[in-house]
């Protein structure tokens, strides 16, 4: 490719609203152009670039058994309906109707989609096991998109599904697709780790994310330093401390001024751990006719702890949450500041934490009163789970390690989703008994866009992008600073004509405008011509990874160029 007739542009500047390194060298280096919020152009360099990882993702989708296919993007809302799905997903699931008035849906992932497939096309356990993938166009209305490719509103993602006839079979396809994504990022570059997740709208029993540790990533990452173990904060579990005691009666107690855990702690002279603290939610459900409701939750958890809502969602079966107004938690006869569950009619979901400690100081739902010794299961109860929050410096529940905490981006999930799609839809398949029974299934997703995003933040410098041969939008950069293009074109054509890839700066303009330029664009290999080298018969060679420029005969430029791009792709495969 010319620069001259090259599409896209540098910029010297990025736009307003580049949040991140790598965000702000793909604007200027002409990979992406932003049309709307969270909707962006691949420009030809950018989409070079994805195609390359795109191709990366096909071979091991197929090294482990994959089938491409391609699914719409526009789905009928009754596969969405049966699932539950249409109603529980808020506003990011985008609804409209077609022509005729039939409520239609734009994917947001493509479950619904697949088993209806399935379902069409296994009836045997004859057919089972097997996988099919795609990579296609999703649209997810998120409310805040941030950080270029990083978070945006319509991505493409490789979404792979499995369908075996039980849990063995999901396992060792599982277990495969865990293998296979390790390989995939170690070929783009990217380094990553597998953290245990939560399955949250897609359901399931077992979930993994492929993290992209950095410090614009919007997920808690909990770590072991000494075990290794590593879980989404979402779901991390800790070591907590539990403390049982004698029972006391229950004694109300005036407390005026006391609307936080922290002021209530002071004016009683107690540590936060002998109070109980309630936190309220409103929770989305779905009733047996498919309505949306909403019903107050009461998490009661330890005052020197705080809940996840991760958690509590999940302990609560709730589509969603949000925090409850004061008049809603009014209405259940509870008191914003001074509330409990005692006496209360709602949902109560208790943490472990409180569960097991006694004689804790809660609210008595009147304001500037609290009852002193309050015990679960005498003065209130309500289900039991874990819904506490882990920290930096808790201790970690497998070796007593404590627990560090990292920032991390979402580059890839594999779900077990089990039988949750196909019993909803009806995908079933006789068995050797003779018996139907519901297809046993997987999900993974890797998001191309965001990958390309993290790979531009991990592999950039003050200069420009520098990124990895396998995913760079071409191999080979010619900066040509003569006036007669004749050896230029040559070289240009010659190394085209192996197969490499090569971009040829054959511009007009200065030698510091191109220089600068092949330094934002950060292809690997940098050939320069100049006039010193030629009276020479010579060119000069350069990564842009780093190093000395080398002097090299133009008789041997091929030979040369073939070496280090062999070289390179033996470094990064290691």
Not at 337 to 342: C, K, L, Q, R, T
Not at 457 to 474: N, T
Request: proline share 4%.
């Amino acid at each position: 490719m010319r620069m001259s007739k090259l599409f896209s542009r540098t910029l010297r500047e990025a736009p307003s609203g580049a949040e991140s390194r790598g965000y702000e060298l793909l604007l200027r280096a002409g990979f992406i152009n932003q049309l709307g919020a969270g909707i962006f152009s691949q420009l030809p360099l950018g989409y070079r670039s994805i195609k390359k990882i795109e191709e990366i993702i096909r071979q091991e989708m197929d090294r482990i058994g994959g089938q491409e296919i391609l699914m719409p993007v526009v789905n009928p809302a009754e596969i969405w309906k049966e699932t539950g799905r249409y109603y529980s997903i808020d506003k990011e699931l985008s609804r409209f109707k077609d022509r005729v008035g039939r409520d239609m849906v734009l994917a947001m992932t493509h479950e619904e989609a697949v088993t209806d497939l399935a379902r069409q096309q296994i009836d045997s356990y004859k057919r089972l096991p097997n996988m099919v993938y795609h990579l296609q166009t999703k649209w997810r209305d998120d409310p805040r998109p941030r950080a270029g490719l990083i978070r945006v509103r319509e991505f493409t993602m490789k979404d792979s599904y499995t369908f075996d006839k039980d849990w063995d079979g999901l396992e060792k396809q599982y277990a495969a697709h865990y293998d296979a994504y390790f390989r995939i990022f170690k070929r783009c570059g990217l380094p990553v780790i597998a953290v245990g997740s939560d399955t949250g709208m897609m359901g399931g029993k077992i979930a993994h994310e492929y993290m992209y540790l950095s410090p614009i990533g919007e997920d808690s990452i909990i770590i072991c330093p000494d075990c290794g173990i590593t879980t989404n904060k979402q779901v991390a579990e800790f070591k907590k401390d539990y403390y049982p005691e004698e029972i006391l009666e229950s004694e109300i107690v005036e407390t005026p001024g006391t609307a936080t855990i922290a002021e209530l702690a002071a004016f009683l002279s107690i540590p936060t751990r002998k109070t109980a603290k309630a936190v309220f939610m409103m929770g989305t459900f779905t009733d047996e006719n498919g309505e949306e409701e909403e019903r107050l939750i009461t998490a009661v958890i330890r005052g020197d702890l705080d809940v996840e809502e991760a958690k509590l969602q999940n302990a609560a079966g709730a589509n969603r949450l949000r925090p409850a107004q004061d008049e809603e938690i009014r209405k259940t006869g509870m008191e914003p500041g001074y509330g409990s569950p005692i006496g209360s009619n709602c949902m109560v979901i208790v943490d472990d934490s409180a569960a097991k400690s006694n004689n804790l100081v809660a609210g008595a739902n009147k304001a500037g009163l609290h009852t002193l010794h309050t015990n679960f299961g005498r003065d209130y109860t309500g289900k039991t789970a874990d819904i506490a929050s882990a920290s930096e410096g808790d201790t970690c529940p497998n070796c007593d390690a404590s627990l560090t905490i990292s920032k991390g981006i979402e580059v890839g999930n594999i779900f077990q989703l089990g039988t949750k799609y196909s019993e909803s839809l009806n995908c079933t398949f006789q068995d050797e008994d003779g018996t139907r029974k519901p297809v046993v299934m997987g999900s993974y997703g890797i998001g191309i866009g965001r990958l390309l995003a993290c790979l531009a933040e991990e592999y950039c410098d003050d200069s420009g992008l520098k990124l990895p041969l396998a995913v760079a939008p071409y191999q080979v950069h010619i900066v040509s600073l003569v006036k007669n293009n004749e050896i230029p074109e040559k070289i240009y054509n010659e190394l085209s004509d192996t197969g490499i890839d090569v971009l040829f700066d054959d511009r007009k303009d200065s030698a510091g405008v191109k220089f600068n330029d092949a330094d934002l664009i950060g292809i690997p290999v940098r050939i320069v011509i100049g006039n010193r080298t030629l009276k020479q018969d010579a060119v000069e060679v350069k990564l842009r990874s780093g190093g000395e420029a080398e002097q090299v005969p133009i008789s041997d430029l091929g030979q040369k160029i073939s070496d280090i791009l062999s070289e390179m792709r033996k470094l990064e495969s290691l």
